[in-house]
C-alpha cells in the first residue's frame, strides 16, 4: 500500500543548530513534495516546494533535498529558533491529483 | 486580505445531531476541500471541488455532505453526527486542481461529538 512517513517522535534541538527532518515515502512516483509548518491550532502552512528533477531547493534558513532513488525528503532548518518550534508536515501529490500527507514532525528548539 | 475563512471554531455535538461547518475564501480559487486531523495520522481528504457546481469524494466521504454553489463557498454538512467524527476540520483551497499548487489552509474547527 501507499505510505508517506514522518518521525512520530518530537525533535528536539538546540538554538543555533541545524534541524533535519524526515519524509519517507513507498510505492509512489510523485512528481513533488511539498513541506508545511503547522503551529498549535492553526492550519499548516506552505513553506517550500521541491520537483521530482530538482535534488535541493533553498528558501532562506530552509532547505529541502528530494532523493527519488531513497524515495526519501529531508527538510533542513539552519540555524534554528526558538521560533521555528511547530509541527512540520510532507505532503506529496498521488496519482488522483490529490495531496497525501504525512502525520507530521514536532520540532523544539531549546534556547 | 482574509483568505481562507472557516466558522466556527470549536463545536460541540450530541450523537446524532446535525451542522454545517461553513468555509469561504476570497481568493477566486478554483480548487476548494475539506480535510481532518486527527492525532498521530496526517491530513485525510474528506471532500473537494474543482470549481463551482462540482464535487467529488475524497479518502473519507462517509457521513459527510458537500455542495459548492459559488467560487467562494464550500461548507461541509454533518448529517447525523457520530464520535468517531470528533476531529480538527481544516478547509483548504488553492488556484487551481492536479498541479503544483500550494494549499491554504483555514484556522480549523474543534470538534468534540459526545
Known amino acids: 500500500s501507499q505510505k508517506i512517513e514522518q518521525n512520530s517522535e518530537a525533535l528536539n534541538i538546540q538554538e543555533g543548530k541545524t534541524a533535519t527532518l524526515t519524509c519517507n515515502y513507498t510505492?509512489?512516483?510523485?512528481?513533488?513534495l511539498q513541506w508545511y509548518r503547522q503551529d498549535p491550532g492553526r492550519g499548516p502552512v506552505f513553506l517550500l516546494l521541491i520537483r521530482e528533477n530538482e535534488k535541493e531547493k533553498r528558501k532562506e534558513r530552509l532547505k529541502v533535498t528530494f532523493d527519488t532513488t531513497l524515495k526519501q525528503s529531508l527538510f533542513h532548518i539552519t540555524a534554528s529558533q526558538p521560533a521555528d518550534s511547530a509541527t512540520y508536515l510532507c505532503?506529496?501529490?498521488?496519482?488522483?491529483?490529490?495531496?497525501?500527507w504525512g502525520a507530521g514532525t514536532k520540532l523544539i528548539i531549546k534556547p | 486580505n482574509a483568505g481562507v475563512t472557516q466558522t466556527p471554531k470549536f463545536q460541540v455535538l450530541k450523537t446524532g445531531q446535525s451542522m454545517t461547518l461553513q468555509c469561504a475564501q476570497d481568493m477566486n480559487h478554483e480548487y476548494m476541500s475539506w480535510y481532518r486531523q486527527d492525532p498521530g495520522m496526517g491530513l485525510r481528504l474528506i471532500h473537494y471541488s474543482v470549481g463551482a457546481g462540482i464535487t467529488d469524494q475524497g479518502e473519507v466521504p462517509n457521513g459527510y455532505n458537500v455542495s459548492r454553489s459559488t467560487t467562494e463557498d464550500f461548507p461541509l454538512r454533518l448529517l447525523s453526527a457520530a464520535p468517531s467524527q470528533t476531529s480538527v476540520y481544516f478547509c483548504a483551497s488553492s488556484r487551481v486542481w492536479g498541479t503544483n499548487e500550494k494549499l491554504f489552509f483555514g484556522s480549523g474547527t474543534q470538534l468534540s461529538v459526545l
Open positions: 510505492n509512489y512516483s510523485p512528481a513533488y
Open positions: 505532503a506529496l501529490m498521488d496519482s488522483n491529483y490529490q495531496l497525501i
